[in-house]
């Protein structure tokens, strides 16, 4: 297992994390397993390999993620990036702004949606299940994505019928999620995230700022990096690989800034290193 450290973003520019990227999207939007659905098809047109890419509640629609979905595609794989919340999402503003108070979140549909994991279980495993009867598809893989990590991780058990699986920056996880974990799994980390910490656990809103601790309807639990590290070690059995990537944040991966070579090549690293796990156990 790798726990290596890589250079990306400043020290001193640490909200360069938060960007909207712009471009346009090589997939289309297409119902999949009866599911609004962004597609990035393989380079080759086969399914034989697909990815399932759970996005944060930033949801579908923001072009960070379809670019995203873009590259994984780019390394080989059929990607299917589902509206797991029907359409409901953060307002993108939220990125490169300040994060909404309590008062405001408790409005959003979204975070009520979000929290009703078992809901969002029952729909996973309904999407997936579409996917098992597609004969086209061969192997099944799972990349989640902050919220979208922890459903990833859900998910990591050989009976789901998911082969490996990527989790970049898994929120509001907790000691019993990792530990049912039994297949291939690579986690990314920021050592600066204030969601997930890297040394303790603590309890977190939504969304953080000046309402973050607060007891509320979005108040929830996140285990530490170093929390979800001691579950996972003693998992000798299973393949995994965990990076913390230096001063990066929350939502690095998919948010950095890509004017900035700090967060640029974190963000590369760490699609690169996605791309590899994948083509490795995917094969």
Not at 19 to 42: C, M, N, Q, S, W
Not at 50 to 71: E, P, R, S
Not at 222 to 230: A, C, E, T
Request: glycine share 8%; aromatic share 8%; hydrophobic share 40%.
């Amino acid at each position: 297992m790798s726990s290596d450290v890589a250079a990306s973003t400043n020290p001193d520019d640490l909200s360069a994390s938060a960007h909207l990227r712009i471009g346009k999207p090589d997939g289309k939007f297409e119902e999949v397993g009866g599911r609004r659905t962004y597609v990035a098809p393989a380079p080759d047109g086969s399914k034989a390999k697909t990815l399932i890419y759970l996005t944060d509640m930033f949801g579908v629609d923001l072009l960070n993620h379809q670019l995203l979905a873009d590259t994984y595609a780019r390394g080989g794989f059929h990607v299917l990036m589902p509206d797991i919340l029907d359409g409901d999402s953060l307002p993108a503003e939220f990125i490169n702004t300040a994060e909404p108070k309590l008062s405001i979140q408790e409005k959003m549909t979204v975070v009520e949606k979000g929290t009703n994991h078992a809901t969002l279980m029952t729909t996973m495993d309904a999407f997936i299940a579409s996917l098992r009867q597609d004969p086209t598809i061969s192997k099944l893989g799972i990349i989640g994505t902050c919220w979208g990590g922890r459903h990833a991780i859900l998910q990591a058990r050989p009976e789901t019928g998911i082969t490996a699986v990527a989790t970049l920056q898994p929120s509001f996880t907790a000691a019993g999620d990792w530990e049912s974990v039994s297949i291939p799994t690579y986690i990314a980390f920021g050592s600066k995230d204030t969601i997930v910490p890297v040394s303790r656990t603590t309890a977190v809103s939504l969304f953080t700022g000046e309402d973050a601790g607060a007891k509320g309807p979005t108040s929830m639990l996140s285990l530490s990096v170093d929390g979800i590290i001691d579950v996972m070690e003693k998992k000798l059995d299973v393949e995994k690989e965990i990076r913390v990537f230096e001063n990066q944040v929350h939502g690095f991966t998919h948010r950095g800034d890509w004017n900035s070579d700090y967060d640029r090549k974190a963000m590369d690293e760490a699609a690169e290193e996605v791309i590899a796990w994948f083509k490795k156990y995917l094969a």
